[in-house]
């Protein structure tokens, strides 16, 4: 399984932006799809982004549809989310993962690999 290391979390005003990174293990990371999925308090993981190998197709959750960008650099082994419009309801632990195909997929038992979450917390 890949290994995956998440990075950018942290706190941010409501209307604010924020970067999240999660760096690969190896180059077999340019085989697969990749997404990010968080958990807030109480509440079931859930799906934010995906994006296929190559970049090219991008599937959002609709509660962040507009204010999300995921997108992927293959020669640094890395996916990014950017975030905008930060609302409270954001706030969770968001987790970088690894899907088992190359196409793009909202299902969180599609991803065999995950990172170890990152916290964003969005409050004033």
């Known amino acids: 399984q890949v290994q995956l290391v998440e990075s950018g979390g942290g706190v941010v005003q409501p209307g604010g932006s924020l970067s999240l990174s999660c760096a690969a293990s190896?180059?077999?990371?340019?085989?697969?799809?990749m997404g990010w999925l968080r958990q807030a308090p109480g509440k079931e993981r859930e799906f934010v982004a995906s994006?296929?190998?190559?970049?090219?197709?991008?599937v959002y959750a609709d509660s962040v549809k507009g204010r999300f960008t995921i997108s992927r650099d293959n020669a640094r082994n890395t996916v990014y989310l950017q975030m905008q419009n930060l609302i409270p309801e954001d706030t969770a632990v968001y987790y970088c993962?690894?899907?088992?195909?190359?196409?793009?997929?909202?299902?969180?038992?599609?991803?065999?690999?995950w990172g170890q979450g990152t916290q964003v917390t969005v409050s004033s």
């Open positions: 993962a690894a899907s088992g195909s190359r196409w793009p997929t909202s299902l969180s038992t599609d991803f065999g690999s």
């Open positions: 190896d180059r077999t990371f340019s085989n697969y799809a």
């Open positions: 994006i296929s190998w190559r970049g090219a197709r991008l």
